[in-house]
């Protein structure tokens, strides 16, 4: 399995919900990464976990709460968002830190 | 710091064109560098990619060489089709390891 898999594929929600993102990957990797990528721009780093722990948080709003429950698994939990966080919400991984990444399908979130 | 520059677009070539994305970068030591495509609606994909001086990185017809003299690694493509229309981002990973740092990306749409 060479693939990054990300659910669901779009969220909408409002701003008083709290939701969900999932990532998942079978290749082995042991960091994983979350990062933001606005309409027209390169992605934005959020997280990085590095053999299931947080190593980098780019300064992220507490809104955010990213989870490693495994090895293969990386959620990001949202809570009172804002409509300016709306966005494709991209997951990826790679077998240490910072080497080549391998980026999922991501997830498009709509805020309200 | 470390950074990357990429021509600006959108481009826009005829089926069959050649194909030239200039990319430059800054960046301490010998890093690692990358092109990655997005195509519309989804995650970004390693294209290619070289992790020192001189290496060419190819694959479906796509070739960029590390430049090191002209801090350069421009994407190159001698006949495009129309099925190549997407986002391209080169990226840079820093020699001391820390974050990918990605260009703006260009947008490239090939017309029938």
């Known amino acids: ?112 | 710091g470390n950074s990357v520059t990429q021509m600006e677009g959108p481009v826009t070539l005829s089926e069959e064109a050649f194909l030239t994305i200039n990319c430059t970068y800054t960046a301490t030591g010998y890093p690692s560098l990358f092109w990655y495509v997005q195509y519309p609606g989804e995650g970004l994909q390693l294209l290619l990619k070289a992790t020192k001086a001189d290496d060419k990185g190819s694959n479906k017809g796509f070739e960029a060489t590390y430049r090191k003299e002209t801090t350069s690694f421009h994407l190159e493509k001698g006949s495009v089709q129309v099925s190549d229309s997407a986002v391209y981002f080169c990226a840079l990973r820093p020699s001391d390891g820390q974050n990918f740092v990605f260009g703006p990306g260009t947008r490239l749409s090939v017309l029938p």
Not at chain 1, 44 to 68: A, D, G, H, Q, T
């Open chain 1, 1 to 112: 399995d060479t693939e990054v898999t990300q659910t669901p594929k779009h969220l909408v929600m409002g701003m008083t919900n709290k939701k969900s993102l999932k990532c998942e990957q079978h290749m082995g990797h042991r960091a994983m990464y979350w990062y933001k990528q606005k309409a027209k721009k390169p992605p934005e780093l959020m997280f990085v976990y590095s053999y299931e722990k947080l190593s980098i948080n780019e300064s992220v709003p507490s809104r955010f709460s990213p989870e490693c429950p495994n090895s293969s698994l990386l959620n990001l939990h949202l809570h009172a968002l804002q409509p300016e966080d709306s966005a494709l919400y991209l997951c990826a991984s790679s077998t240490t830190d910072y080497n080549e990444q391998f980026f999922g399908p991501g997830t498009r979130l709509t805020v309200l």
